[in-house]
């Protein structure tokens, strides 16, 4: 397995003395792993992601982010797929409505669900964290 987290600093502004502005764009977790398909029904898994903080000026806590995830099945006789893969890609956005609210529209597009043959999906979720 390989991961990677990168965050962007800018430097200190010298004349006020502020402190440093956060680059907005901050790499997700990315992986990439590999499985003996005769013992594993999950041959192969790549996945990576983005996300940015405070990408509306008015809105400096919200956090929007992307989101991409492949899956290779296994081929062993019996894995019982029909496809040889699936793919979902994600996009969210969560507004930090309070100190303590944030409510999470989420989008997912999913090619080949589960490898059994079945339609492309698509998912829409919304949550609310409320942190006490």
């Given at each position: 397995?390989?991961?990677?987290?990168?965050?962007?600093?800018?430097?200190?502004?010298?004349?006020?003395?502020?402190?440093?502005?956060?680059?907005?764009?901050?790499?997700?977790?990315?992986?990439?792993?590999?499985?003996?398909?005769?013992?594993?029904?999950?041959?192969?898994?790549?996945?990576?992601?983005?996300?940015?903080?405070?990408?509306?000026?008015?809105?400096?806590?919200?956090?929007?982010?992307?989101?991409?995830?492949?899956?290779?099945?296994?081929?062993?006789?019996?894995?019982?797929?029909?496809?040889?893969?699936?793919?979902?890609?994600?996009?969210?956005?969560?507004?930090?409505?309070?100190?303590?609210?944030?409510?999470?529209?989420?989008?997912?597009?999913?090619?080949?669900?589960?490898?059994?043959?079945?339609?492309?999906?698509?998912?829409a979720t919304?949550?609310?964290?409320?942190?006490?």
């Amino acid at each position: 397995m390989t991961a990677a987290t990168a965050c962007i600093w800018s430097g200190i502004n010298r004349s006020t003395k502020t402190r440093p502005r956060r680059w907005p764009w901050t790499a997700l977790p990315n992986t990439a792993r590999q499985a003996d398909e005769q013992v594993s029904e999950l041959a192969t898994h790549i996945g990576a992601g983005v996300q940015a903080t405070g990408l509306v000026t008015d809105r400096p806590d919200d956090v929007t982010g992307l989101m991409v995830s492949r899956v290779d099945f296994s081929d062993a006789p019996g894995a019982g797929f029909i496809d040889d893969h699936e793919t979902a890609v994600e996009v969210f956005h969560a507004v930090q409505l309070t100190p303590w609210m944030t409510l999470k529209p989420d989008f997912q597009y999913i090619v080949n669900p589960g490898g059994m043959g079945l339609d492309d999906a698509k998912v829409a979720t919304l949550r609310a964290e409320i942190a006490l």
